[in-house]
């Protein structure tokens, strides 16, 4: 039923088209989950591309799909759940087509993941360091020694103090910031390509946040690998990240640089969630903003675009309610902004709209 | 630590204590003098009550339980009324049998549970599930008896396959030299490969009728530890490093699953040592369970009192044993977290 309003909509996206600089290439992403009240899309043909050593940022409320894709890319994503449709392609060679044998070799080696959650992250009766080296050992054929070096190598790098012995503590012996730190060691193992970040930070508290940012900024540099991050808070993404793409109902529904976004958000989904971030530079009145209403339920049909029940510009236009939008390409101060978007660019409608 | 070890040996101590009140309370309130019993029914009533007496059974009840406490405290369990041997010598003689016994069927309840209950949630295949669970369901509504019953008709009498209820080895093979007890493992320290494949011939019926309930119960649990082990994050982080599904499985899943075992095992070792009683009687198994029929019928106060204390003892070490694994093996656990 959703399939019958979806158009399959082909980006004209700012990133360059698909050259030798491009790491990966995500064409027309579709993953879906199959529940009791029929199959239910987490991400809706998505497309765009990394270049290598970019640092791209994927924005949005939770349950937008953000994490589904990331999972997808990687093909992990957890039955129910399943990449329908698209294709995923690592410097041209499509992940979808490898068995599983073939992707664990891509996995934590070119592609590597840091999640949310540090502190269920790890085995919990293996010791750190024995989960260094078999993900080392998974992928580089050294003996248990050279890997048990490369590993207390790594963790001496994200910050462990007394590295070589701390390989012998089992992961409820680190705190919630070491364990993130030993995640993104892991992460960083194997030099990977691409690192996918999904919510690094969100568990942990403000300062160690800081740190772990600027550790994976700077491992990142290092090693000139490409960076996904993840997250809700667009408060991380400035400064850090050369462009944002904005997630909504499993949509990317704004492309646009970094810092074209914050200068001038071309979707008015965007304009709202820059409200949302708490400014600690400018006094602020009152409640902190938030965007009224929820993400519309996934197991119903809907026409038009999806965020029209809650937007600020469109709420109650005919066109919106009935006319799913394409991705309108906008000239803003700051470059070319992709928005999907009746109105892209525009912050107040024309009356004869 | 040393508190809470002092707590253990407390609450020990309380649980075999209350186990040999309750025994004792009970077996003296059964209907029945074991005074007669020895004395016989021709015997006077005079000889009775010298027999009483001497027995200490007219005196009044806590002091034969302070009695028997305090004897049973110097390594004095009493002598059995209708053999005569004492409790102890009598327990000694026949608890290897027991626990040879017992432990082979529960290793082999925990060998065949683990590796098919992997199997199963492995493969994914619903028929491989789907069978497993029937199994262990039929499995665990048969009583053990029933099913040593069966066993013997079918493999035994009527295929010949293996022996019959004749005990531990065939009439005629002498025991091997006393080391530790078991047949099996003495027979192979003093080099008789013959007793020993006669010892395991005898061993394998009786030892797989007791696995069977273990068997059902552990493939369960352990299928469904699988299951929710295979849904915690770090099994999804594992493979996102690179490791494959099989990888993942073998060294984070199964391991993880298996520490939730450990508890229950201990209690079904206890179990199958102190439950196996009508098993070892259809077998001919000369182990505490069949002295503690014949102890029953008897009227055996103190030979039944032993055993029960015995089972108590048992259960305390096991579970004891089993926290000493777990803090062995979970470093969780080691470490005082919770």
């Known amino acids: 039923m959703i399939e019958d309003n979806v158009k399959t909509i082909t980006l004209d996206s700012p990133d360059k088209p698909a050259d030798e600089d491009t790491l990966l290439e995500v064409r027309g992403l579709r993953t879906e989950f199959r529940t009791t009240r029929g199959r239910v899309a987490a991400v809706r043909d998505v497309s765009f591309n990394i270049r290598r050593g970019q640092r791209l940022a994927i924005v949005g409320e939770s349950g937008s799909g953000k994490s589904a894709m990331a999972m997808s890319i990687v093909g992990l994503i957890q039955p129910p759940g399943r990449v329908t449709g698209g294709e995923i392609l690592l410097n041209g060679t499509d992940l979808r087509g490898m068995t599983d044998r073939e992707l664990s070799a891509v996995r934590g080696s070119r592609i590597s993941l840091v999640f949310q959650d540090p502190m269920s992250a790890f085995d919990p009766i293996r010791t750190i360091g024995a989960q260094l080296v078999e993900s080392i050992r998974a992928h580089q054929p050294v003996s248990n020694r050279v890997a048990r070096r490369q590993a207390a190598d790594l963790l001496g790098e994200v910050g462990v103090a007394n590295a070589a012995n701390r390989l012998a503590d089992y992961p409820h012996q680190y705190s919630g910031g070491m364990r993130q730190r030993v995640l993104i060691a892991m992460a960083l193992a194997n030099s990977p390509e691409l690192v996918i970040a999904d919510e690094p930070t969100t568990a942990l508290d403000v300062t160690t946040q800081a740190q772990v940012l600027e550790m994976l900024d700077r491992l990142v540099t290092d090693r000139g690998a490409a960076l996904m991050l993840i997250t809700h808070n667009l408060g991380i993404v400035a400064g850090f990240c050369d462009s944002v793409k904005v997630m909504y109902a499993g949509q990317l529904i704004e492309e646009s640089d970094s810092r074209a976004l914050f200068a001038s958000a071309a979707h008015p989904y965007s304009r709202e969630l820059l409200k949302c971030v708490l400014r600690t530079d400018r006094r602020q009145e009152g409640l902190l903003s938030t965007i009224p209403g929820t993400l519309p339920d996934p197991t119903e049909a809907f026409q038009g675009c999806s965020f029209e029940p809650r937007c600020p510009l469109g709420k109650g236009n005919a066109t919106c309610q009935s006319v799913e939008p394409s991705l309108h390409t906008v000239q803003g101060p700051q470059g070319i902004q992709l928005a999907k978007c009746h109105f892209a660019g525009q912050h107040e409608l024309k009356e004869n709209q | ?338």
């Open chain 2, 1 to 338: 630590m040393i508190k809470m070890i002092l707590k253990r040996f407390g609450l020990a101590a309380a649980t075999i204590l209350g186990a040999s009140l309750f025994s004792f309370f009970l077996l003296r309130k059964l209907p029945g003098d074991p005074a007669r019993l020895i004395g016989g029914d021709l015997a006077d009533e005079q000889t009775i009550a010298t027999l009483r007496q001497t027995m200490g059974l007219d005196q009044p009840f806590p002091l034969q339980f302070w009695n028997y406490l305090s004897s049973s405290l110097h390594g004095d369990l009493g002598f059995s009324y209708s053999t005569g041997q004492s409790v102890g010598t009598l327990v000694q003689t026949r608890l290897p049998a027991t626990v040879e016994l017992g432990m082979s069927g529960v290793f082999t309840a925990v060998v065949l549970a683990t590796v098919f209950g992997a199997v199963a949630v492995y493969r994914k295949k619903r028929g491989a599930d789907i069978l497993l669970r029937a199994a262990s369901s039929l499995a665990m509504g048969s009583p053990p008896f029933w099913l040593a019953l069966v066993a013997i008709l079918l493999l035994s009498v009527n295929l010949g396959i293996f022996p019959g209820p004749e005990g531990r080895l065939s009439p005629g093979i002498a025991p091997p030299p006393t080391f530790t007890g078991f047949y099996t493992l003495d027979a192979l320290k003093s080099g008789q490969f013959g007793t020993f494949f006669d010892a395991v011939r005898h061993l394998i019926l009786p030892a797989f009728t007791i696995a069977v309930g273990p068997f059902a119960f552990l493939s369960r649990l352990f299928r469904s530890q699988l299951r929710n082990t295979l849904r915690e994050p770090f099994i999804v982080v594992a493979r996102s490093r690179g490791l494959t599904r099989g990888s993942v499985f073998l060294h984070h899943a199964v391991p993880n699953s298996l520490l939730s075992l450990i508890a229950v095992t201990a209690m079904l070792v206890a179990e199958a040592m102190t439950g196996s009683v009508l098993v070892e009687k259809v077998f001919g198994w000369p182990g505490v369970g069949s002295l503690t029929v014949d102890a029953i019928l008897q009227k055996d106060f103190s030979v039944v009192q032993g055993v029960i204390l015995l089972s108590a003892a048992l259960y305390v070490t096991v579970s004891f044993l089993a926290d000493v694994v777990y803090s062995a093996v979970d470093p969780r656990i080691r470490a005082g977290v919770k």
